[in-house]
């Protein structure tokens, strides 16, 4: 098969191929990587002789990769996702009433949908850099579950790095742990005197001036920015749509667009996905952004779904990219313009075909806690305030079909949240347990470019 290639949002950025996309991460010219067309993909091809979940993301994801990854790869990538999971079936999907579903997205190492994705990119890193024999500097900057995800994801990996970049005592006792006691030794974690924003801001500029560093190794980022940890949450939209007799509207709990853009690129490749609806907590500038054109960025503001808190949600711009026909001159003024002053007006006719595309609906803290304490006596479930932001948004609309709900943590990542809501700490699964005894290891550092170098060494 020939190898598909890659365009950049901003359209300043030679081809690429899907390695490519995988060891950079963001485009040189500061946009987004995308495919140069969408695959059709056809959903009994993928789900045929009773496919597992290994299997279908294999089959999903082959466009995508062409030859940009060594023989097996893929396969070996998708195999490991599904080994780390807990769930036989992966992604459960748990109908709650009639025609309203709950898709656990949870069942993997650190119990959030990000492993889902973050362990795929780690298998399929490994194979390149043996490949080629490099050494790979990987930095992340999280607010609690993507650093969790990652760290176990490339714990030990030979030949990779990893520095992880948390704002200090910004993120719960239960997602430090998970990112401090790993005792690898190719992991770095350092707690930032500063917030996440700060965090994001460091991250920028370690890779743009990465020549600082005392090193060979190439240094990339796995936020999900990176094209492959994106495309990786889209077979989980295809195991469900197989799931249902007929194409569900699907609610995704949104920060940085992420996991609801992998819905979008699953339907544009002509699975069968219903509409797609973003819900946000009260850190709203996508949901403002789809009710006025005008894109602005304001102070993220703490909620109880803090892996939400999301002022400039960066995949956005692949949506908005589509939406002006791939008009990479358009795209690229209108995401300079929204970095210098914060704020953008969108075309008109942009934000009719956005508003084709995607809807999107804010939830406020008053109705997280409402949804959790509902779902809880309705339904007999205990659930994390980022899917109650999800289900509340879900139980408003109107159902003329079945309506998927995304749950994208445990509940039990979140006791605090949980604890105030129901009044009880939710149970702990398996993975989260033990966690206290063991011993932690982080550095603390000044929020400059200067304290985080020094660190890395
Ligand atoms: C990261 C995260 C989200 C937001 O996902 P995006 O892809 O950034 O929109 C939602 N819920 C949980 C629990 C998360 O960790």
């Known amino acids: 098969m020939a190898s598909p290639s890659y365009v950049s949002t901003r359209g300043r950025s030679p081809l690429t191929d899907f390695a490519g996309t995988v060891i950079n991460g963001i485009a040189p010219d500061g946009g987004l990587f995308a495919p140069s067309t969408w695959p059709r993909l056809n959903l009994d091809d993928l789900t045929a002789d009773g496919a597992d979940y290994a299997t279908l993301a294999e089959r999903l994801l082959t466009p995508f990769v062409g030859e940009g990854l060594p023989a097996g790869a893929l396969a070996a990538a998708a195999r490991r996702v599904q080994a780390r999971f807990s769930h036989p079936d992966v992604v459960p999907l748990v109908e709650l009433e009639p025609g309203l579903h709950v898709l656990e997205l949870f069942h993997g190492p650190t119990a959030a949908f990000k492993d889902l994705a973050m362990q795929l990119v780690a298998g399929m890193a490994e194979s390149l850099l043996a490949e080629t024999g490099e050494r790979l500097l990987l930095v992340t900057a999280t607010s609690g579950d993507t650093g969790a995800a990652a760290v176990n994801a490339f714990a030990g990996a030979e030949r990779i790095d990893l520095v992880v970049l948390h704002p200090l005592d910004r993120v719960s006792p239960m ?128 909620t109880a779904s803090v892996s939400m808190d999301v002022q400039a949600p960066s995949n956005f711009e692949r949506l908005v990219f589509e939406a002006t026909g791939r008009d990479a001159d358009l795209t690229r003024g209108l995401f300079e313009d929204f970095n210098k002053a914060g704020r953008v007006t969108l075309p008109g006719e942009v934000l009719a075909a956005l508003r084709r595309e995607m809807s999107a609906v804010s939830i406020s803290e008053a109705e997280t806690v409402a949804e959790m304490q509902r779902t809880w006596r309705e339904n007999g479930r205990v659930i994390c305030p980022h899917t109650a932001v999800a289900l509340h948004a879900a139980r408003r609309i109107e159902r003329t079909g079945p309506v998927v709900a995304l749950s994208t943590a445990h509940p039990a990542k979140f006791p605090d949240s949980v604890e105030a809501a129901l009044g009880f700490a939710p149970e702990r699964p398996s993975q989260l347990q033990g966690l206290e005894g063991r011993a932690e290891r982080f550095e603390t550092v000044d929020a400059t470019l200067e304290a985080v170098l020094a660190a890395i060494g």
């Open 175 to 302: 997602q430090r742990l998970q990112m401090t006691t790993s005792g690898a030794s190719n992991v770095l974690n350092l707690a930032v005197r500063g917030d996440f924003d700060d965090c994001q801001r460091l991250l920028k500029r370690l890779l743009s001036e990465t020549g600082k560093t005392k090193t060979t190794r190439r240094v990339s980022s796995v936020n999900s920015i990176n094209w492959a940890r994106l495309s990786g949450q889209a077979p989980y939209y295809a195991a469900t749509a197989a799931k249902l007799a007929e194409p569900a509207t699907y609610v995704v709990p949104t920060g940085n667009f992420g996991d609801a853009f992998a819905g979008w690129v699953a339907r544009q490749c002509g699975l069968p996905i219903g509409d797609l609806v973003a819900a946000t907590n009260r850190n709203d500038a996508l949901v403002r952004a789809l009710h006025t054109g005008v894109y602005e960025r304001t102070q993220a503001e703490p």
